[in-house]
């Protein structure tokens, strides 16, 4: 603030005294563009200086006044702002977000158990698949070998009757599994409706 | 932020020892921050899927690295800027910073106690605000040229094996993205749950896109996008990101794509690409491509990978099985001429048919095991870090939102 050059070209404030007779309030806007000046005696051009320096040294202090009043105030502004978060914190307490949180674990660990269960069966239909697959390829090479296409196609039909099971019986899995989550979302609407309230 | 000209300067150290304090309690931090958020303003419970958990891991990462790079603009500027891309296709607003913050201000008062002084709380509040508004503008120049999401039809889905199907999309608005690039999906099925999956296929002219899906055991929109969605069904589709698997123009013209399970798409997406540019007058490439399964039934795009090697001289496609389960079977009756697939690990047999380091770039995608594996075989035979491009499906290499390591520039020039 200090290191403008225009500014430290003026003498330090602290020994002009206000000049005798204004008002101690501090000058407006308007005042300072209508501020007149003592011509200068002997037919010199320009203002007296002492004049000009004078008034110059007033605005500066009213400046540094000024600045001070905002530093503090933003301060003060600051506490306030920081003082106001600690009390919305407060107001909030702990207990409705702690039971936000609480509800939040208790789902997860639902999600979490369904999860490993629908997991556990999923790789299970897989390795069946897998071994009813390999069992298909090793039935049907014997029978290649043999020459008896028809057969084959009978092996293959019976086969395929056995996926589409399996697959039926993880559609209904998967149904199931989507029958909890729905569950659990209409609990989580339950308790956004309890927070809105 | 700073007023009356006086410039108040964060405490950056203050600002990270603070942050280890509070970071140290783990999840329990992420825990309290939402459910102050939602006792807030609890309509942006929705935004959520139900479980929160992964939620609450990207958070604390995201945070993390947010902290430690505060005094890091250059890397943090882009992070923060993709992030907040990102999350226009949650819905976010700019609205919803206001109440984040707090939510963030609060929490970190309840885990600091005594130490959450006026001025630590000033120096968090200057730094939320300069990660919200960089986040904002990011959004809101993003908003300028695209949407927030993309919905999309689905036009075609066939079931490929037990557990793997291949979607065809079909955006309502154009989708320019680049090949080896991967965009977020949430199917009606499991709303408010968005999963990365890469386009495998180069853009075409008619808009739509390929999607391969692997059914993970106990996955939630893996398993709707194998079992339940049908053509018909509308899915949506976030911005495409990720430049770990592009072409990068200054590196090696020749390729070795290596692939596990679904790693197939992004790398077949790449094959197009060569065939498009080869096509245009581009450079002539080489592509070897190695595509893995656990058994020679769950090569399912091996047919059109084998017309694509009979239409074009410069590719060349190697399938690779884990176990040799019969392969004289439909596969062999459809195909006569197939060949046996080599046995064993695709990674090990990619790396032992490439031998020793040559000026080609290495792409590998899959299972995070696989594309572990793989790199530390590479490495092994002494390929260079600079030559390696990889990603993996649980993460690995990273994909931008948890894992701020990943590249956040293209590299390539190649225009959809």
């Not at chain 2, 999309?169 to 999956?197: C, F, H, I, K």
Request: with cysteine; charged share 25%; net charge negative.
């Amino acid at each position: 603030m200090n290191t403008d050059p225009t500014l430290s070209a003026v003498p330090p404030p602290a020994s002009a005294p206000l000049p005798a007779g204004r008002p101690a309030r501090p000058q407006t806007p308007g005042q300072v563009r209508a501020a007149t000046f003592t011509r200068t005696p002997l037919g010199r051009r320009g203002f007296d200086e002492d004049d000009v320096t004078r008034y110059l040294d007033r605005l500066a202090d009213e400046i540094a006044t000024r600045d001070d009043a905002i530093g503090r105030l933003m301060h003060e502004n600051r506490k306030l702002r920081h003082a106001l978060r600690e009390w919305h914190r407060d107001m909030i307490g702990y207990e409705g977000v702690d039971l936000v949180s609480m509800a939040q674990q208790q789902v997860e660990e639902q999600i979490a158990q369904t999860d490993a269960y629908s997991r556990q069966r999923e790789e299970e239909a897989a390795r069946l698949y897998d071994e009813i697959v390999a069992e298909a390829y090793e039935e049907a090479e014997r029978r290649f070998g043999a020459a008896l296409s028809g057969d084959l196609e009978e092996q293959t039909s019976r086969q395929r009757t056995l996926i589409v099971a399996v697959l039926q019986s993880l559609e209904a899995l998967a149904t199931q599994v989507d029958a909890t989550r729905q569950t659990f979302n209409s609990e989580i609407d339950k308790l956004e409706l309890l927070d809105k309230s | 932020m700073a007023g009356s000209g006086q410039t108040r300067v964060v405490d950056v150290d203050r600002l990270k020892r603070s942050w280890a304090l509070v970071a140290a309690h783990g999840d329990k931090v992420a825990m309290r921050f939402y459910s102050r958020l939602f006792t807030a303003v609890p309509e942006v419970r929705q935004m959520f899927p139900l479980s929160m958990a992964a939620q609450r891991d990207r958070l604390v990462t995201a945070l993390g690295f947010t902290v430690s790079h505060v005094d890091d603009l250059d890397r943090l500027a882009p992070y923060l800027q993709h992030l907040g891309r990102d999350h226009r296709k949650f819905g976010v607003l700019a609205d919803h910073y206001g109440p984040v913050g707090d939510a963030l201000l609060a929490t970190l008062g309840d885990f600091l106690g005594r130490d959450w002084t006026i001025d630590l709380a000033h120096d968090w509040a200057d730094a939320y605000a300069l990660v919200a508004s960089t986040m904002i503008a990011a959004a809101d120049e993003a908003s300028l040229t695209s949407p927030a999401v993309w919905t999309a039809e689905v036009v075609a889905h066939e079931r490929r094996t037990f557990d793997i199907a291949v979607l065809t999309v079909q955006p309502d608005e154009p989708y320019g993205y680049v090949p080896g690039q991967s965009m977020a999906l949430e199917t009606a099925a499991r709303p408010r749950m968005w999963r990365y999956y890469s386009p495998a296929n180069a853009p075409r002219d008619d808009g739509s896109i390929d999607l391969h899906v692997r059914r993970t055991p106990g996955g939630p929109v893996s398993s709707a996008l194998v079992d339940r969605v049908q053509k018909g069904d509308m899915v949506r589709l976030g911005a495409p990101v990720g430049w770990r698997l592009t072409l990068d123009d200054d590196g090696p013209l020749d390729l070795v794509l290596i692939a596990g399970g679904t790693g197939l798409a992004p790398m077949k997406a790449l094959v197009e690409q060569v065939a498009a540019e080869t096509l245009a007058g581009g450079p002539i490439r080489r592509v070897e491509l190695f595509v893995g399964g656990r058994r020679s039934t769950e090569l399912y795009e091996l047919a059109a990978l084998r017309a694509l090697e009979d239409e074009h001289g410069w590719l060349a496609v190697t399938a690779v099985v884990a176990h040799d389960v019969r392969w004289r079977s439909s596969m062999a009756r459809s195909r006569p001429d197939e060949r046996r697939p080599e046995v064993g690990e695709v990674g090990e047999v990619a790396v032992r048919a490439i031998g020793c380091p040559s000026d080609r770039a290495v792409y590998v995608c899959g299972g995070d095991a696989m594309v572990t594996a793989t790199l530390d075989l590479l490495r092994e035979a002494g390929w260079p870090r600079e030559h390696l491009h990889f990603e993996g499906f649980q993460g690995l290499g990273g994909d931008i939102y948890g894992h701020p390591d990943a590249p956040l520039e293209r590299r390539g020039t190649f225009q959809p």
